[in-house]
């Protein structure tokens, strides 16, 4: 899995422990902009398509401290295969974590 694809399930990871720790920035992004990429990465399938302001945080987020997260998401209900898909969706380009 590139980079980029782990970035977004990171950053909804984070997005996650932003919920559950009141809304502190994590990884250079608020708890606000990851909310953006919810939608996008939860069931059912197939999702709506990420929002510009899901894509501008995903692009503004410190992608390395994001790929951290990335094992949180299956807790939370969120999909890690449409978060993989985020990347792509939002015209990012491939990074290893």
Same mark, same amino acid.
């Given at each position: 899995?590139?980079?980029?694809? &782990?970035?977004?399930?990171?950053?909804?990871?984070?997005?996650?422990?932003?919920?559950?720790?009141?809304?502190?920035?994590?990884?250079?992004?608020?708890?606000d902009e990851?909310?953006?990429?919810?939608p996008a990465?939860?069931?059912?399938?197939?999702?709506?398509?990420?929002?510009?302001?899901?894509?501008?945080?995903?692009? &503004?987020?410190? +992608? @390395?401290?994001?790929?951290?997260?990335? &094992?949180?998401l299956p807790?939370?209900?969120?999909?890690?295969? +449409?978060?993989?898909?985020?990347? @792509? @969706?939002?015209?990012?380009?491939?990074?290893?974590?």
């Open positions: 899995m590139g980079f980029t694809a &782990k970035l977004v399930v990171a950053a909804l990871a984070a997005w996650l422990a932003l919920s559950v720790a009141g809304g502190a920035d994590i990884c250079n992004v608020t708890w990851l909310q953006e990429c919810q990465a939860m069931p059912p399938k197939p999702p709506p398509p990420p929002t510009r302001a899901c894509c501008a945080a995903v692009e &503004k987020a410190d +992608l @390395k401290c994001l790929c951290s997260y990335s &094992k949180l807790d939370f209900g969120v999909d890690p295969e +449409l978060a993989m898909k985020l990347p @792509k @969706k939002c015209g990012l380009g491939e990074v290893n974590c």
